[in-house]
């Protein structure tokens, strides 16, 4: 287990198996579609645009989490044209909401067919975000895709490049960066205030739909509101089953990346935009029940930074599926579903996801005086995309941002995935001593479908 300590690992497996017992209830149920954290501010309302300011939008995915994007981007001074999706049922609420908007089960057709559309917002399964989003920047339209920016890190390296290349305004869905508690903890970390920080920890109460299973042996008719080969996409051929849409896809690799594909690109935030955590050398997983098909039902996962400028080299660690960190960590402080700990030589930064930081020493919360605010407030998650695609300043999550951040969050899939350590180079995409990981930094597209 290299630095891991065997016992430290072994107490935190028992107590991944307690939870797993007691959550086994929980992962068994069907999640409501769309479920999410109450993860985003509320954009300011939106001013009455003139026509020639308005910005055209479309929506690839219209149902759970792209609904919310729909209206949240209405409200943002977004004006709905076209909405996309392959399930009817999804689509027609929406149309109801947006009578408006030209409606598609293709987005292959929308894009190539309306040419009113300024912009395109991809609120889709993660297997088919980079197909979507790239066809749309080569058209020249700029991009709002969900979180994670993508399926696998050669896809985020080449949205980022296209992005540049065709210099539209992106943005991607971690809609806590636009939050004032994340600004908070950014500014803690940045200022020093508890010395060089060598350890972070990160965790999540993901995932709370199934993982760790096989792939459902029986074939259902598919319904006839939802079109079945647009739902697959680029992704291989299989029968249809509810096992997959509309939520629970996120536990099976060919369609999902798991609990840390789901969370860290929010949870993980504040740690790679204030400790500059691009690149890890190197990254393994300790997990149960992960197999060819699906996600493991637990893991632990260890990245490694090396020195950064002035900054110590550094080991980040996740946790999901009901694994905590270590309470002495943490003080007296109750570690919550979602957060993270900044371990620094002079004291620990702890925060809950989207809330202010504090000191987890007593002594320190008496008596040290927090940092200034320094880091200028949002006008909103989705203003500061709609106020790109006008010509105005970059948003905060566009993708020379989250790219980056993204191809670092799905290298611990690697790692999950291969069963070892793995040693990398992110300049050139690769994996070096375990030559059969790299398999999955990229996939092969289902035929008609292209990056």
Not at 62 to 78: F, M, P, Q, R, T
Not at 416 to 443: H, L
Request: glycine letters at 10%; charged letters at 25%.
């Amino acid at each position: 287990m290299n630095e891991f300590s065997r016992r430290w690992f072994m107490q935190r497996a028992a107590a991944a198996g307690a939870v797993a017992v007691a959550s086994r209830v929980t992962l068994g149920q069907e999640a409501q579609e769309g479920e999410k954290p109450a993860d985003e501010p509320a954009p300011p309302p939106a001013d009455a645009d003139s026509p020639a300011e308005k910005v055209n939008v479309a929506f690839v995915g219209v149902g759970g989490k792209g609904a919310g994007n729909v209206e949240s981007i209405h409200k943002a001074g977004g004006n709905v044209v076209a909405l996309c999706d392959i399930d009817g049922k999804h689509l027609a609420a929406a149309a109801e909401k947006h009578p408006g908007a030209k409606t598609y089960a293709d987005f292959r057709k929308m894009l190539e067919e309306q040419k009113d559309i300024d912009a395109v917002v991809v609120s889709t399964p993660d297997h088919t975000h980079a197909v979507a989003a790239m066809m749309a920047m080569n058209l020249g339209k700029h991009v709002y895709c969900e979180k994670p920016l993508t399926h696998n890190i050669y896809e985020a390296r080449a949205l980022t490049l296209a992005a540049r290349k065709h210099k539209v305004a992106t943005q991607m869905g971690n809609q806590g960066h636009a939050s004032e508690g994340s600004r908070r903890q950014v500014e803690w970390v940045k200022s020093g205030i508890v010395g060089p920080i060598k350890e972070v920890h990160v965790w999540t109460d993901r995932p709370v739909w199934p993982q760790g299973i096989t792939r459902p042996a029986d074939t259902p008719e598919v319904p006839e509101h939802i079109s079945w080969d647009l739902w697959l996409g680029p992704a291989p051929q299989r029968p249809y089953h509810p096992a997959y849409h509309p939520f629970k896809w996120r536990g099976f690799w060919d369609f999902g990346t798991g609990a840390l594909g789901d969370m860290a690109c929010h949870i993980m935030d504040t740690a790679y935009w204030s400790l500059d955590l691009r690149d890890p050398t190197a990254v393994e997983a300790f997990q149960e029940g992960g197999n060819d098909e699906s996600a493991p039902r637990w893991s632990i996962v260890r990245y490694e930074f090396p020195q950064r400028g002035e900054r110590p080299a550094l080991k980040l660690f996740w946790y999901e599926g009901g694994i905590r960190p270590s309470q002495k960590l943490a003080g007296k402080w109750q570690i919550p579903d979602n957060g993270v700990i900044f371990v620094g030589e002079k004291g620990n930064i702890a925060a809950e996801y989207l809330k202010e930081p504090v000191f987890t020493n007593e002594k320190m919360a008496a008596e040290v005086t927090p940092p200034e605010k320094s880091i200028a407030p949002s006008i909103g998650h989705y203003h500061e995309w709609i106020e790109a695609c006008k010509g105005g300043a970059p948003a905060g999550s566009n993708f020379d941002y989250s790219g980056p951040l993204t191809e670092m969050v799905l290298l611990g899939n690697l790692a999950m995935r291969s069963g070892k350590r793995i040693e990398y180079d992110a300049a050139n995409m690769k994996v070096t001593n375990v030559p059969e990981a790299n398999q999955y930094i990229r996939r092969e597209y289902r035929e008609g479908w292209s990056l």
